[in-house]
């Protein structure tokens, strides 16, 4: 009896279930693909919240962030953050396959369900972004409100339940990222009043009629509750901010800090706004070009927040309405060359236009309408990226499958009149007429599947390898890092956006709370956050770049820009020295300002210095002096540097200092450098601060 139950449960909500096995098995496939970072933001994120029982990660709702946070604290053996944005995909695959299964007949059923796979798939789980996994719950939520208007019965289970789960998803999406909600919102609106308003045309004989507009009130009343719902997770969103200082002035900073590292292409360069840039403390077009290449933001002096806001007031002061139409036609062109999704937007577009009626053009054409409109607007704007683009045209797509709901007795698209001939010569060319086109149609999805590359991306599946570093993340390098803590490692670039960790299917794993506590970055939006700035102030650090160059514990990454920066910010003898080398080859450096003679107070230090190597070199496309030699001494010091006194002042260099043994390579020393040297000594750092000389380098 019970088998025969469930048989019969089965059976009655078949297309339930079998929509369900087409999504996991649909997930499953692009997982074994092998997602892909997007941006290295979701790293960054995972990382925040995988760090503690009430971490917060910046840019999701806070209260998201706790109810993450929990989760990696209590089962922190799974990659929560991923598998949210796993999950996302999966319930958007579920209920478009639903809808096509449900409403659409025929040969088209499969049709659809391929383009839809590959959109959902492309634009939501191939390449991972927490704006793409916004937009996954935010759609899939409403979808599921506007399947819920539709069903019959004020007072129906199966519509509150599809009402109450859609919220649930369009809230969990505005959590992880507001704005996909309200892309998402216009898209609602339009579907709602297609249905109602065109289907009902024929009932409306004044705009007061009474029946139609309770009728559309009824139909628009969830979308009403979510508008509502919308704007209450702002407001309380904002209340969390408002009342935790530290994160009102992170917000603020980075609010000022993104409406220039996102629009960089909108502001003046250098040569056409010097004065105005020289008046807000930049000394040079290297400030600009940090500030714009790769958003350092990492001195809390130079690039303060009144500082980015003058930045910020001199956006499209010369630049014409001309120049960013130009620009705009560039990153539309760009965005064409790097996503396919495009061309199966089209496809999908030409297959629902197969089973419109005459009075079905308006919502297609105003979803299209208002689709461009957004993706131009942002091209506009310079903010148009691919995880903008792909889930938008995916937004359009999943709402239209809920209008189109084609009458198959009608045969849409083969209305053909003939008169004279026989019932079964003109279902004969019907059937010829279909065939053919679905074979032309087939073949058009076959094309684009090889020249989008789909082909190709399923051609990659396996099985997960736990030694397969698919995501080419830096986990030498990091592991580097956490294995020296004793070091304080202040980076150019944020490292954590690349996460060390490859994980089950090649994507990033939670990190244990403390893992690489002593890396910070100095660059983005990691640079500022409020948890950074404890930890380095609880290490006695307000500003990380005077740290750089003033502490003898604090290490980083080469990067030109950087030195040239703190040589005209700090002192123009600031030296770079290579003091060891990453498993990757990356160079660890550390930059030094330079130790005049009157600083060094002991000179009577008992040591024995013995140069075993001193040659030239390049590193790095660099002049660089190299030396290796040994040190005895019964005091151990904190560091060894290099005084190097020359015409123009003195250097300082700083050396590895490992069980009496020192090795370098001082960059910007050669052998002409070297004509003008008058003096060249090693000091040591006592554990009291004071400096030591510890004897001449004969060379």
Same mark, same amino acid.
């Given at each position: 009896?019970?088998?025969?139950?469930?048989?019969?449960?089965?059976?009655?909500?078949?297309?339930?279930f079998m929509t369900m096995v087409m999504s996991i098995i649909s997930v499953l496939i692009w997982i074994l693909i092998g997602p892909r970072q997007d941006t290295g933001d979701d790293a960054f994120i995972a990382w925040e919240l995988s760090r503690g029982l009430g971490s917060i990660a910046a840019f999701i709702s806070p209260y998201f962030s706790l109810i993450q946070s929990t989760l990696y604290a209590y089962i922190p053996n799974i990659a929560w953050w991923t598998w949210t944005a796993i999950a996302g995909g999966g319930i958007l695959m579920w209920i478009g396959f639903y809808m096509i299964q449900k409403y659409y007949k025929g040969f088209f059923i499969w049709l659809i369900s391929v383009i839809w796979f590959i959109m959902t798939g492309t634009a939501i789980i191939y390449r991972i972004n927490f704006t793409r996994t916004a937009t996954s719950y935010a759609l899939a939520g409403g979808m599921l409100i506007i399947i819920a208007s539709n069903v019959k019965g004020s007072r129906s289970i199966k519509k509150t339940i599809l009402y109450l789960a859609g919220i649930f998803l369009f809230l969990t999406g505005a959590m992880i990222r507001f704005q996909p909600a309200l892309l998402i919102i216009p898209f609602m609106s339009i +579907? %709602?009043?297609?249905?109602?308003?065109?289907e009902n045309f024929k009932q409306i004989k004044s705009c007061f009629n009474k029946i139609w507009i309770l009728s559309f009130m009824r139909k628009i009343l969830p979308l009403i509750s979510v508008v509502?719902?919308?704007?209450?997770?702002?407001?309380?969103?904002?209340?969390?901010w408002n009342t935790h200082p530290e994160w009102k002035a992170y917000n603020t900073y980075n609010t000022t800090r993104s409406t220039i590292a996102d629009y960089v292409d909108y502001y003046p360069t250098w040569d056409e706004a010097k004065d105005?840039?020289?008046?807000?403390?930049?000394?040079?077009e290297n400030d600009l070009d940090m500030l714009f290449g790769f958003v350092f933001v990492g001195d809390t002096e130079v690039f303060n927040l009144q500082t980015l806001k003058g930045i910020s007031e001199l956006k499209d002061?010369?630049?014409?309405?001309?120049?960013?139409?130009?620009?705009?036609?560039?990153?539309?062109?760009? +965005? %064409?060359?790097?996503?396919?999704?495009?061309?199966?937007?089209?496809?999908?577009l030409l297959i629902l236009r197969y089973h419109i009626g005459k009075n079905r053009y308006l919502p297609i054409c105003l979803c299209v309408i208002y689709t461009l409109a957004i993706l131009f607007l942002f091209s506009f704007l310079g903010r148009m990226m691919l995880r903008v683009w792909e889930p938008t045209l995916l937004c359009c797509a999943g709402m239209l499958l809920l209008y189109f709901e084609p009458d198959m007795e009608k045969v849409s698209g083969y209305c053909i009149e003939v008169s004279g001939i026989k019932l079964k010569r003109e279902m004969q060319t019907?059937?010829?007429?279909?065939?053919?086109?679905?074979?032309?149609?087939?073949a058009i999805v076959c094309l684009l599947a090889f020249k989008t590359g789909v082909f190709q991306m399923v051609s990659q599946v396996q099985l997960p390898n736990y030694s397969d570093d698919r995501d080419e993340l830096m986990r030498s390098r990091a592991e580097y890092i956490n294995d020296t803590s004793q070091r304080i490692y202040l980076l150019s670039w944020p490292l954590i956006h690349h996460p060390p960790y490859p994980g089950f299917f090649g994507i990033w794993e939670p990190l244990p709370a403390a893992y690489m506590d002593n890396a910070f970055a100095l660059s983005n939006w990691d640079a500022r956050t409020p948890g950074n700035l404890k930890s380095l102030n609880e290490l006695g650090i307000e500003n990380p770049v005077e740290a750089l160059i003033n502490r003898a514990d604090t290490y980083s990454d080469y990067e030109q820009r950087m030195h040239q920066f703190l040589k005209e910010h700090y002192n123009k003898n600031i030296t770079v020295s290579k003091v060891g080398s990453f498993e990757d080859g990356g160079d660890i450096v550390q930059y030094t300002s330079p130790v005049e003679e009157n600083k060094i107070k002991d000179s009577s230090c008992d040591v024995e210095v013995d140069i075993d190597k001193s040659e030239y070199d390049m590193q790095n496309d660099v002049d660089a002096w190299y030396i290796k030699g040994k040190i005895d001494s019964d005091i151990k010091y904190e560091a060894i540097y290099c005084n190097i006194i020359f015409n123009d002042g003195t250097y300082t260099y700083r050396l590895n200092y490992d069980s009496d043994n020192i090795e370098a390579y001082f960059y910007g020393i050669n052998d002409n450098k070297v004509e003008s040297m008058t003096k060249c000594f090693l000091i040591g750092l006592t554990s009291e601060g004071s400096y030591c000389n510890l004897g001449t380098i004969n060379l």
């Open positions: 009896m019970l088998n025969n139950r469930f048989i019969r449960f089965i059976a009655k909500h078949r297309i339930f +579907i %709602l009043f297609c249905q109602q308003g065109v509502i719902c919308t704007i209450f997770l702002y407001f309380v969103n904002e209340a969390y105005e840039y020289k008046a807000l403390g930049l000394k040079s002061q010369s630049i014409d309405v001309v120049r960013r139409i130009y620009r705009m036609l560039e990153k539309v062109v760009n +965005i %064409l060359t790097k996503s396919k999704t495009l061309f199966w937007f089209i496809l999908f019907l059937f010829s007429i279909m065939v053919r086109d679905r074979i032309i149609i087939a």
